[in-house]
């Protein structure tokens, strides 16, 4: 014990030594970063092992070692932001497997929960997870986007629908770049089977090919108008929407997962509906592909006028 008290004491003392003698101030040392920082204000404050800093000194010290190596190290940027693909999205030809792959688009259900349907989408099997084929995804959501520019190139109404959690703004969107219309709450059972009863409050206007009303006022008496395409991302809480579809005549795009039945649907989208990434960028890039039918259809529009 008395041993290791002397010993104790020993270093503390060499310690306190070499504290005493090693006082530096970090002001200017640093003379490689700090040439340029001759406009930050006073010169860094060096005194003796003996003497004490003021609050004033202490602070320009402070302020002169964060400006000579605030610089110093890395800046992480932020790799993913979700409103990137909402606000931005892009373009059916800039689809790319890359793209898909980073959004998750190829991630299934459970093998237990496969749909047989889905068999020909499938490319394999991985810790019991069914992996989409990303040729197939990005075949299938360029054909859609076709669909949904012709509709919109010859002035037809398309419905985007998507009511799960956090589905609203990409739907809201897709549905403003298009042109089109969205239901992002819930679906009331008979919208298009029954819409006299459902939609008699609403009212009617016509519109010219470069979207502008022509009518002064409502149309009186005229039919609730059905939808020509309707674009679904969350066809399992929307069944009755596809039935409904299925029975006025009215096609449908819609994102099939591998526990989705893909015949209720007219042009499935092979992808994961789970991943909000991966449904923000179907739906950017089919409100992408609306826009331009849409700005199509207006300068066709314009040019025939002009004649």
């Known amino acids: ?9 020993e270093s503390r003392l060499a310690f ?12 200017r040392s640093l003379a490689t970063l700090g040439q340029n920082d001759q406009s930050h204000g006073a010169q860094a404050v060096q005194k003796g092992p003996e003497q004490a800093f003021t609050t004033a000194e202490a602070y320009i010290n402070s302020r002169n070692f964060k400006n000579t190596t605030g610089r110093l190290g890395t800046k992480v940027s932020p790799h993913y932001q979700p409103h990137v693909l909402v606000n931005h999205p892009p373009s059916p030809k800039d689809i790319t497997l890359e793209l898909l792959l980073a959004s998750g688009a190829h991630l299934g259900h459970l093998t237990s929960l496969w749909n047989p349907g889905n068999a020909r989408y499938i490319y394999g099997v991985r810790d019991g997870i069914h992996i989409i084929s990303l040729e197939v995804i990005a075949a299938h959501l360029r054909r859609a986007a076709k669909v949904v520019e012709g509709v919109a190139r010859k002035g037809g109404v398309i419905l985007f629908l998507g009511t799960r959690e956090g589905q609203a703004r990409c739907v809201v969107q897709a549905a403003k770049l298009a042109g089109g219309y969205h239901v992002f709450d819930w679906w009331v059972p008979g919208t298009i089977t029954n819409s006299q009863k459902i939609l008699e409050w609403g009212t009617v206007v016509e519109k010219d090919m470069r979207d502008r009303v022509v009518s002064e006022k409502p149309i009186e008496g005229a039919n609730p108008i059905t939808p020509d ?7 399992l809480e929307n ?3 596809l039935h409904e579809c299925a029975l006025a005549g009215v096609p449908t795009i819609a994102i099939i997962d591998t526990d989705v039945d893909p015949t209720r649907v007219t042009y499935p989208i092979p992808c994961n509906d789970d991943s909000l990434r991966a449904v923000q960028l179907v739906a950017g ?3 992408r592909a609306g826009e331009t039918g849409r700005n ?6 314009e040019m025939q006028t002009s004649n």
Do not use: E, H, Y
């Open 1 to 9: 014990m008395i041993v290791r008290s002397s010993l104790l004491r």
């Open 239 to 241: 069944k009755v929407a």
């Open 296 to 301: 199509a259809r207006i300068r066709d529009a």
């Open 285 to 287: 890039i089919l409100g």
């Open 229 to 235: 395409l309707v674009v679904c991302f969350s066809p």
């Open 16 to 27: 306190q030594s070499v504290s005493n003698t090693s006082r530096i101030v970090w002001g």
